[in-house]
């Protein structure tokens, strides 16, 4: 049986990109929350991300990531409905990966859950291969007990 990762925030606290400790599920296995079942592995991250919507322009923290969606906390009141473009600025890459267009699916106080719409084939190759490189690293749990 092969297993996937999905991550969880590191236990010390810290904001370092990309610390954290690997959940392992088997392929199929979804996960509930907000009513809906996830199919997609979820990272949880630190990211700075500028959210330019209809009438606003602000920044946030994206805390969660996969490959059709995020979520982010930001001072800016979401609705569910509400549509954006992000810019997620990624460790160690010069230019943010751009989103489109994505829909806010849920709202609280100070976060919401987006899914990703639309992207360019480039932002969704610069996705994939980023994910990709934050599930090698869940994999090798020592090298996160030595930071």
Same mark, same amino acid.
């Given at each position: ?11 010390? =606290?810290?904001?370092?990109? =990309? ?7 088997? *392929? ?6 907000? =009513?809906?079942?996830?199919?997609? *592995? ?10 330019? =919507? ?94």
């Amino acid at each position: 049986m092969s297993l996937e990762a999905e991550t969880l925030p590191a236990i010390d =606290g810290s904001n370092a990109t =990309g610390t954290a400790l690997a959940l392992l599920r088997a *392929p199929g296995d979804k996960e509930r929350r907000h =009513g809906a079942f996830r199919e997609c *592995p979820r990272f949880s991250v630190r990211y700075r991300v500028r959210l330019v =919507g209809e009438c606003i322009q602000v920044e946030g923290e994206l805390y969660s990531l996969s490959t059709s969606g995020c979520a982010v906390e930001s001072a800016a009141p979401m609705q569910t409905g509400d549509y954006l473009e992000l810019y997620i600025e990624l460790p160690d890459d010069e230019l943010p990966l751009k989103i489109d267009l994505a829909g806010v699916r849920w709202a609280t106080r100070r976060e919401f859950g987006a899914q990703f719409i639309t992207m360019s084939n480039s932002d969704r190759h610069k996705l994939q291969r980023h994910l990709g490189r934050l599930h090698r690293q869940a994999e090798s749990p020592a090298e996160f007990l030595v930071r």
